[in-house]
Structure formats: structure tokens, C-alpha cells
């Protein structure tokens, strides 16, 4: 057996695979704090929300912060038709319960803005206001844009953007070779060693679907000890 042959403890496993929340985020429509993205920046923003953060106020309270309390990131991002669904994996057993109950729901995003018009008289209005702007006659088209972070608000910028399922998924086994029972396990380095292997270590970097496939219980070995080692990585 390898050095390098990874296991991980059923439990950690089970914490970490398979709590997926879909969420309807944004569209195209003049939200209510006065602005609104274009079809064409929305579309180029869609890969920077994967492996963003969702939040909640630290002690699960409902409100962008600062800094917020993590409850999960993104996995996956796509504009079926002209808004943005997207599925983030929640790791915080507290915040599942919260979704699971219905007490949270709507959901408000953070993004950070490239490039910015004014939408009556088309000027760039990227580092500030215009008097269209300021005096209401017009508003503000955000052309170019990265998410930053998703939150669990109370009332949402745009009235749609809220949790639309939950799925307890099952993530696929995949049989790979396994460590022996008695191998020392390091989870940060093992958790270093998946993070590389799926494209990171930086989050931005990291395929979060090959990412995931590194967390998954073996059938064989309910509620004990699972070894797992990703496929490719040896
Ligand atoms: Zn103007």
C-alpha cells in the first residue's frame, strides 16, 4: 500500500456529502435596491459563484454581515432562463435544519461590480453615481460582475431568490483502493492532498465535483471506519 492512501472516518464523510440546497439567486429584473445585471453579465459571472460561501449572521441569524457564519458553498451554477439556479453543498448540520424547516428561505446576493451604466443616458458610472442616477431618472445596468458570497436574509433584493429544493443526496461509491485498518490518518493533509488533486488548493481553483467524489461512504462499511483513497491520485 502507498503512502499515500488516504481514509477518512465514515462520520466525517457523512457530514460533508450530500446536503444539497438549489436556490433561485438572481435575474435580469431591476431589483430593489435600484440596480440590475445584464443577461450577457450575468451569463460570464455564472463560474465565479462555484465554491463561493453561503451565509448566515454569526448564531443563524438572517442578514448580509461583515462577516458572516459559513454554512456551505457552491457547487454548481446555470441560467435556465434568464435567472441563475444554483446548488451549494451545506455543511453545517444547524443551517440544514433551519432550510429543512422552512425557517430560512430567501436568500440575497453579494457581488462585486467590474463595470457599471447608467441606464438612461448610458454613462460609466462604475466608481459613482450620475445625477440620473442620484435624482431617480435613471438606474444603475451592471454590466460585468463576480459573486462574492450568497446570504440568508429576511427580505431579499429580488423577490424570487430563495430556496427552491432540498436533496439528501447519495453521493455514487466509487471502489478505490483503501488504506490498511491500522494506516495513521492526518485529515488536514489528506484534506491538502484532495484540495490539489481537484485543481486547488486555492477554492477558486478547486473542481468541486471532483472535489466531492473524495467524500463518500463506503456501502460495505456502514457507520464504521471508511478508507477511501481518490481515484487517479496514487
Ligand atoms: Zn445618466
Not at 435575474?27 to 450575468?42: K, S
Not at 444547524?94 to 438612461?120: D, N
Request: with cysteine; glycine share 8%; hydrophobic share 40%.
Amino acid at each position: 500500500m502507498s503512502l499515500r492512501e488516504l481514509c477518512f472516518q465514515a462520520s466525517l464523510n457523512s457530514l460533508r456529502a450530500g446536503r444539497l440546497a438549489t436556490f433561485y439567486i438572481i435575474d435580469t429584473a431591476l431589483n430593489r435596491n435600484g440596480w440590475r445585471v445584464t443577461d450577457e453579465a450575468l451569463e460570464r459571472a455564472l463560474p465565479t459563484l462555484l465554491g463561493k460561501p453561503l451565509g448566515c449572521v454569526p448564531g443563524y441569524g438572517v442578514n448580509h454581515v461583515a462577516e458572516p457564519q459559513i454554512v456551505g458553498h457552491f457547487i454548481t451554477a446555470e441560467k435556465p432562463d434568464g435567472y441563475l439556479l444554483a446548488t451549494a453543498e451545506i455543511t453545517d448540520p444547524t443551517a440544514w435544519e433551519k432550510l429543512q424547516s422552512g425557517e430560512w428561505g430567501p436568500v440575497s446576493v453579494v457581488i462585486k461590480a467590474h463595470k457599471v451604466r447608467c441606464s438612461l443616458c448610458g454613462a460609466d458610472v462604475t466608481s459613482g453615481p450620475d445625477e440620473h442616477i442620484l435624482n431617480g431618472e435613471g438606474h444603475q445596468v451592471v454590466e460585468g460582475f463576480t459573486f462574492e458570497r450568497v446570504d440568508f436574509v429576511s427580505n431579499p433584493a429580488y423577490p424570487s431568490a430563495r430556496l427552491i429544493t432540498l436533496k439528501a443526496a447519495v453521493v455514487p461509491y466509487e471502489e478505490t483502493p483503501k488504506a490498511p485498518m491500522d494506516y495513521p490518518w492526518d485529515a488536514d493533509e489528506a484534506e491538502r492532498r484532495i484540495r490539489l488533486w481537484a485543481g486547488g488548493p486555492e477554492k477558486e481553483d478547486i473542481d468541486w465535483s471532483r472535489y466531492r467524489r473524495a467524500f463518500s461512504i463506503s456501502p460495505a462499511n456502514p457507520g464504521g471506519r471508511s478508507l477511501l483513497t481518490p481515484p487517479g491520485i496514487m
